[in-house]
């Protein structure tokens, strides 16, 4: 009955989303206060104070027609030049209105650009470790994921490597950062040898190639760290932002696009990236949280809160003999598994009913991410089954 392109997505369901569901299910066996589900990045800071007056107020005095009906498929006007302005303060750039589209979240907006640029077989590069579900966006468009080797000393993009594997069939690149799942933020000097060898390809080859950024991590950085802006290292950049993680609103689905006028063609694509919007069947962004991101769009989710579980996190692991990326954004920790076999980790660690999910869901074996954006009280019940796990895994190989 289904289709032959949904059986290996069927087959080979989301290891985090399977570890989210066994931690629904140890929870009703051995009461939710003795499982540590470290699997999902579902945000536990809630949503800024300001959010839930937005809403009320909104939902109370505007006119319910407008507020609830249809707009341009790129979304509202004000809108979009509300978030321009945003992005021009804080980063200096030039957008206006005609540079962001309104999406129903970061991956909606990476299905847009990529329906709206791909052709069957372009390849798509992308820098292990990462988000997995990438490989089912491009596959949503024919296209062929070309995957980068992970760095794992830095975790860094392995620059050298890119450079090869850039061929004529080359038509995007997408980068992650701050990085889910490592928690590294790609550097300036990352960020500029990328632009660097892509112009040069791009002369190489004579055709343009979009380097796509995923941001939803962007507002979470740690330690004073900044994360450049990307469009200002390369022209045919597409930026792809979610307030999941800003606002702590993952489930309202509210994100934007941002296409440059720097972009070849930025009109065509514009447009593309518009009529990709409704053919997709998202056919506009939901409307209430457009008008409710207007009135946030310089609100901040509470950052130390997750930096405060991320200290005790990562020095709870470390005491326990574990080692750690130190994530410098996002919330997620990448830790090595003793032994190498990162499966077999995670079933270990399910005997202390902690739940991690396995660096192989991310194309870097050997590893496991724990996303702490949990309660701080579950982290600190949680140190001492990390212990019992490092006493068991750390100086012996197991079965």
Partial sequence: MISERMIPLVNNNSAIRTMFEEGKRLAE????????????????????????????????????????????????????AAIADSLNRRFGTGFDEENILMTVGAASGMNVILKAILDPGDEVIVFAPYFLEYNAYINNYDGKVVAISPDTETFQPKLSEFEERISERTKAVIINTPNNPTGVIYSEETLKRIGEILLKKEKEYKKPIVLISDEPYRELAYDGATVPYVTKYYHNTVVCYSYSKSLSLPGERIGYLVIPDEMEEHETVFSAATIANRVLGCVNAPSLMQRVVMRCVDEKTDVEAYDRNRRLLYGGLREAGFECVKPEGAFYIFMKVPGGDDKAFCEEAKKENILVVPGSSFACPGYVRIAYCVSHDMIERSLPAFKRLGDITVNQVFS
Avoid: Q, T, W
């Avoid at 051995?30 to 809630?46: K, T």
């Avoid at 249809?70 to 979009?80: I, K, P, Q, T």
């Fill in 29 to 80: 066996k051995y009461g939710r206060e003795n499982v540590y589900d470290f699997s999902l990045g579902n945000p536990s800071v809630p949503a800024p104070e300001a959010v839930k007056k937005a809403i009320c107020d909104i939902a109370s005095s505007e006119d319910p027609v407008f507020l609830h009906g249809y707009m341009s498929n790129a979304g509202y006007e004000d809108v979009r």
